[in-house]
C-alpha cells in the first residue's frame, strides 16, 4: 500500500512540474506569472500529456551553451559562436585566415572547421580548385578556353570563352578567337578579318563602313558613353551632306534624346543624373515622381520621398553617414536610420549609430531593454537569454 501511494505521488508531482513548464513563454526576457522564475520549456507544439512525448524544463544559466564561448575578443560573456567565426573557429583563437588573393580564396568557418571558398566573380571568371591540393588555395582561373565555365570545360579549338560559355552567342561569329557581327563590323564585315575602309572622306561625323554585311555605306560615328550622332535632316546620302548633324546625347530642344524629340514649350533639355537607375541621358524635364535638385549647371532628377542626400527637399541630407552599424535612409521624406542586422538604436542617438549588438548584449538581448537577469551572469546568445534543461527535472 505504501509502495502504491508513494508510487501516485510520484506521478502527480511530475505531471505538475510537466505543466508549470509547458505554459511558461520562451520569448526572449518572459516569464509568464504562472511559472517558476525563470523556468522556461521549448515551445515545439507537443503535447506533454500524449505519449512518447518528453519536456524538458529549462532554466536561466551562466555557463554558455555550445556552440557559443567567451574569447579573448570577447565583448560580452558567451559572444563568439564557434561554428561560424572565422576568428575563433571550433575554438577560441582559431584564425581561419580570410581571403587570400594570392591562393584566390576565402578561408571561412563552416560547422566549427576552417574551410575554403573560391573566389568567384561576375562574367564568368573566377578561381577553382582543380587539382584538389588545398596548399596551392584555388589555382585554376576560370573564363579561359582550357576551363571556360569550370575545371576541364576545355573550348573546343579556335572556340572562343565568353561569359564562361564555348563560342559565340548569337548573331556573333567566331572571327580568330574574336566574336563580331558581320553584318555591321568595320573589321569583319560580311565575313571574318574582311575589314572596310574606313578613311574615305565622308560628311562630317560620319564614315564609310560596314551596314547590312557589305563596306562602303555612310554611318554616323558613335562614341559609346559620350556621343551619338544621328541624320535627321535625312541628308546623309546627298552630294552636299552636312553629315550626321546633331548629338542626341547632347543637350537640344528639337532632338532631345532622339531625332525630333522636341522639348514642351517651357521646357528645356538638359543632361540629367538619374540617382535612382544610375543613367544619364537628355531630357526635356524629370519623370514623374521626382525633381531637379542639380547644382552648377548639372541637371538631378530626386525622388525626395527615398532619396537620402535629399530626403523632402533638395540637398537635405540624412545625418547618419559613417555611424556605426547604420545606414542613413529616407522613408516617405523622412530621415531614417536603418540598423545593418542584429544592432539596434537603443539610445535614439544618430551619432552613435546603432550602437547596440542585440545577438549579444546582455541588458538588450533581441529587443532594446530586455535584460538576461535569470540569474547573475546570465548571458544572451543570438537573441536569446541563454538556458540550460534545469538540473533533476526531466
Do not use: W
Not at 553617414?321 to 542613413?328: E, L, T
Request: with cysteine; hydrophobic share 25%.
Amino acid at each position: 500500500m505504501l509502495r502504491r501511494i508513494l508510487s501516485s505521488l510520484a506521478l502527480l508531482i511530475g505531471a505538475m512540474l510537466v505543466y508549470a513548464c509547458s505554459t511558461t513563454s520562451r520569448v526572449v526576457g518572459e516569464v509568464e506569472p504562472d511559472a517558476g522564475p525563470g523556468v522556461f520549456a521549448p515551445g515545439d507544439g507537443g503535447d506533454a500529456s500524449s505519449p512518447g512525448v518528453v519536456t524538458t524544463a529549462l532554466c536561466p544559466t551562466a555557463q554558455c551553451q555550445a556552440p557559443f564561448a567567451t574569447c579573448e575578443s570577447s565583448t560580452f560573456p558567451c559572444d563568439v559562436n564557434l561554428d561560424e567565426d572565422p576568428h575563433n573557429c571550433g575554438r577560441c583563437g582559431v584564425d581561419c585566415g580570410g581571403t587570400d588573393g594570392n591562393l584566390g580564396a576565402e578561408f571561412v568557418c563552416n560547422a566549427g572547421t576552417c574551410a575554403m571558398q573560391c573566389l568567384t566573380y561576375s562574367g564568368g571568371f573566377g578561381q577553382a580548385d582543380c587539382d584538389g591540393v588545398p596548399d596551392n588555395g584555388c589555382e585554376t582561373s576560370l573564363g579561359t578556353t582550357d576551363n571556360c565555365g569550370g575545371c576541364g570545360d576545355k573550348c573546343p579549338d579556335g572556340e572562343p570563352c565568353v561569359n564562361g560559355k564555348c563560342g559565340c552567342p548569337f548573331p556573333m561569329t567566331n572571327c580568330g578567337l574574336r566574336c563580331a557581327d558581320l553584318t555591321s563590323d568595320d573589321q569583319s564585315c560580311g565575313a571574318c578579318f574582311a575589314q572596310c575602309d574606313t578613311t574615305i572622306p565622308a560628311p562630317p561625323n560620319s564614315h564609310h563602313g560596314c551596314a547590312a554585311s557589305t563596306c562602303g555605306e555612310l554611318k554616323c560615328d558613335q562614341i559609346p558613353g559620350f556621343a551619338d550622332y544621328k541624320d535627321c535632316n535625312g541628308d546623309l546620302q546627298a552630294a552636299d551632306s552636312d553629315g550626321c548633324e546633331i548629338d542626341v546625347l547632347a543637350p537640344n530642344d528639337d532632338h532631345c534624346g532622339a531625332c525630333g524629340a522636341s522639348c514642351p514649350a517651357g521646357t528645356t533639355c538638359a543632361i540629367y543624373t538619374d540617382t535612382t537607375t544610375e543613367t544619364y541621358e537628355p531630357r526635356c524635364a524629370c519623370p514623374s515622381g521626382t525633381i531637379d535638385c542639380g547644382f552648377s549647371g548639372l541637371h538631378i532628377c530626386v525622388d525626395v520621398t527615398s532619396d537620402s542626400g535629399s530626403c523632402g527637399a533638395c540637398g537635405r541630407a540624412c545625418p547618419g553617414s559613417g555611424a556605426p552599424n547604420a545606414q542613413p535612409s529616407c522613408v516617405g521624406g523622412e530621415c531614417k536610420l536603418t540598423c545593418a542586422d542584429g544592432y539596434a538604436d537603443c539610445n535614439g542617438n544618430v551619432a552613435d549609430g546603432c550602437e547596440v549588438n542585440l545577438l549579444s548584449d546582455p541588458q538588450n538581448c533581441g529587443k532594446c531593454g530586455v535584460a538576461c537577469d535569470g540569474v547573475a551572469g546570465q548571458a544572451c546568445q543570438a537573441g536569446e537569454c541563454a538556458v540550460e534543461p534545469c538540473g533533476g527535472i526531466r
